[in-house]
């Protein structure tokens, strides 16, 4: 039996320490408003809810999300935390949760611990770079909600960047801006295994609080 745990250990080391397949922004100059920005939005309080208005919205969410993710994240309470963590970071930084979800698919595979040949960490395989361009020496990116923060807030950078062109802000992303593959894969991710239509229930109150 301890024979049987070792080796699991050891296989369980061995996965977190693949390097991932992708993660390498490329270091630029940012404005003084831009890095403010930037650094203002790091620093807002944590909240441990999704951007939902409805809790029955947020549950269905949160439910189906889930049962998506299940095969990749087996413990549920990680998997709801890093679900609920992941709503709230990408909603505040005007990032389709969705899309993320695809982003981290690619990215690491959803791995923790994930790091990429060129240092990149993360569930969404963040530089170093962005610490100390807009963080502190404290920010941990393999800490959760540190490495969402910075990963949602680096993809919404790229897209006002790219003026709302995705497939470019995704190459900036990933540091292949101008190759098609990356982007591709992220957004097949995202259509194919995170895309998410809301109850009928639930539109018609999203209608109703629009009018």
């Known amino acids: 039996m301890h024979k049987t745990k070792h080796i699991g250990l050891l296989l369980a080391a061995l996965l977190l320490s693949l390097p991932a397949h992708a993660g390498g922004q490329r270091e630029e100059a940012l404005s003084a408003n831009v890095r403010a920005s930037l650094q203002r939005g790091l620093a807002d309080t944590p909240i441990t809810r999704t951007a939902f208005t409805h809790a029955a919205d947020e549950n269905a969410w949160l439910k189906e999300m889930s049962r998506r993710l299940a095969k990749r994240m087996p413990d549920e309470a990680e998997r709801l935390e890093f679900l609920t ?119 018609e109150r999203s209608t109703a609080s629009r009018s």
């Open 85 to 203: 963590t992941l709503h709230w970071e990408a909603s505040r930084a005007g990032v389709d949760p969705q899309l993320l979800l695809g982003l981290i698919q690619v990215e690491s595979g959803f791995r923790k611990y994930a790091v990429s040949p060129v240092g990149a960490r993360g569930y969404t395989q963040v530089m170093p770079f962005w610490v100390k361009a807009i963080g502190n020496p404290d920010h941990n990116l393999f800490q959760l909600r540190t490495n969402l923060r910075y990963g949602a807030l680096i993809l919404r950078h790229y897209i006002d960047i790219e003026r709302g062109d995705l497939y470019r802000a995704l190459g900036r992303f990933n540091g292949s801006l101008g190759r098609p593959e990356y982007p591709n894969l992220v957004v097949g991710a995202w259509k194919r295994h995170w895309d998410y239509v809301p109850s009928t229930r639930s539109a």
